[in-house]
C-alpha cells in the first residue's frame, strides 16, 4: 500500500506543477497581449475597432429593399463608346478585300485589267453579280468566297466594291 500512496503523491504534484506553469503561461501571455495593444495603438477601443475591421466579412449580399447605400467603393456604369460606322468606298474595299484574288487571278477570278473574261459576267447582270458577291459562287472558272472572304464587311460595301470594279472594267 505504501507503493501505491507515494504513486499518488508524485502524480498529484506532476499534476499540481503542470497547472501551476499553465497558469503561469496564460496570465505572461496576457501580459504580453496587453502590453502590445497599448504600445501599438494606444488606447483599447482604437485596437478593439482596428481588429472588428478587419475581421468584417470582405464582401456583403443585399437582398431586394436592402438599403445600397453602403460605406465602400461605388461602381458606376459608364455609357458605352458608340460603333464606328464610317463604311468604306469601293476603292478602299477593293484593295482592302477583292486585290488579293481580282489581282492576282487567284481561284479563277477576272483580273481587273481583263475586260473580255468582265464581259460575260457584267452582261449577267449587276444583280447577279451582287449575289455572287454577297452569297459566294462556285463555277467552272473557280470560286468566290462569301463576300470575298471578308464577312466583315457590309453588304452596301460589297455594292461599292463592285460598282468600282465595273466602272474601271468599263473604262478600259
Known amino acids: 500500500m505504501k507503493r501505491d500512496q507515494k504513486f499518488f503523491d508524485v502524480y498529484s504534484l506532476v499534476i499540481g506543477v503542470l497547472a501551476a506553469v499553465t497558469l503561469g503561461f496564460f496570465v505572461l501571455a496576457m501580459e504580453i497581449g496587453s502590453l502590445t495593444e497599448s504600445i501599438f495603438t494606444g488606447s483599447s477601443e482604437e485596437y478593439l475597432a482596428t481588429v472588428s475591421e478587419r475581421l ?9 429593399g436592402d438599403d445600397l447605400t453602403a460605406a465602400g467603393p461605388q461602381v458606376n ?3 458605352a463608346p458608340e460603333p464606328v460606322t464610317a463604311a468604306m468606298t469601293g476603292p478602299q474595299v477593293y484593295n482592302e478585300a477583292c486585290i488579293a484574288c481580282h489581282g492576282n487571278g487567284i481561284g479563277g477570278a477576272p483580273l481587273l485589267t481583263d ?3 468582265w464581259e460575260p459576267r ?3 447582270g ?3 453579280l451582287r449575289q455572287h458577291a454577297i452569297e459566294g459562287f462556285s463555277g467552272s472558272a473557280g470560286y468566290m468566297p462569301p463576300k470575298g472572304g471578308r464577312l466583315d464587311l457590309s453588304d452596301e460595301e460589297v455594292y461599292r466594291a ?3 470594279m465595273i466602272s474601271e472594267v468599263e473604262g478600259q
Do not use: H, R, T
Open 162 to 164: 463592285i460598282e468600282y
Open 77 to 79: 456604369e459608364s455609357a
Open 56 to 64: 468584417e466579412p470582405f464582401g456583403a449580399v443585399y437582398m431586394p
Open 122 to 124: 457584267i452582261e449577267q
Open 126 to 128: 449587276e444583280d447577279i
Open 115 to 117: 475586260a473580255a473574261n
